[in-house]
């Protein structure tokens, strides 16, 4: 969904979110990440505070806790809640080519950003877990405006992507 503006520039909503809740006092981060060919990503972790992402290129398998496994592609933008939820998976869904997005953390100062789930307690955990299928970010219904909203800007935003990468 382009916004007017005075010039040539054309900007597009990618992600409208209302986090549940921001750490205070916050730090941020911003970092992109590269996953080779076929990579899991990280193993099952948590942020200290929400996470805002926007995949450059690839295609991602992206799983939260209590959400179905999917797959978000170039273009697309994503965020996670962080604290205490679980966030399974960020692997690169690709098996011959590379994924890249970029991601910004809010965060506790002095915290790491990312800690690692042990065994134990994602046994503990193991029925807040939801493995119903890889399910297109843009294709799933939700009911909330936000998500309608973020489709129809993602898949329009990928469109203008694609297009100039290969001009």
């Not at 590269?34 to 290129?57: A, I, M, W």
């Not at 690839?58 to 209590?66: D, K, V, Y």
């Not at 799933?140 to 993602?154: E, I, K, M, P, W």
Request: hydrophobic share 40%; aromatic share 6%; proline share 11%.
């Amino acid at each position: 969904m382009p916004v007017p503006i005075p010039s040539s520039s054309a900007l597009t909503v990618l992600l409208v979110q209302q986090p549940p809740a921001l750490p205070s006092p916050a730090e941020v981060m911003t970092m992109t990440v590269e996953l080779p060919p076929g990579d899991p990503g990280t193993p099952p972790h948590r942020h200290s505070g929400p996470v805002f992402g926007y995949l450059l290129e690839g295609e991602m398998t992206f799983e939260l806790e209590g959400e179905p496994e999917r797959v978000i592609g170039a273009g697309e933008a994503f965020w996670e809640p962080g604290g205490d939820v679980i966030h399974y998976q960020a692997a690169n869904h690709l098996p011959g080519a590379w994924t890249r997005f970029v991601v910004v953390m809010i965060g506790i100062p002095g915290k790491p950003m990312l800690t690692l789930v042990s065994e134990a307690e994602l046994e503990q955990r193991r029925g807040r877990r939801t493995r119903a299928g890889l399910v297109p970010l843009t294709s799933r219904t939700t009911g909330q405006l936000a998500d309608v909203r973020l489709a129809a800007a993602t898949q329009a935003s990928s469109r203008r992507f694609t297009k100039r990468r290969s001009q």
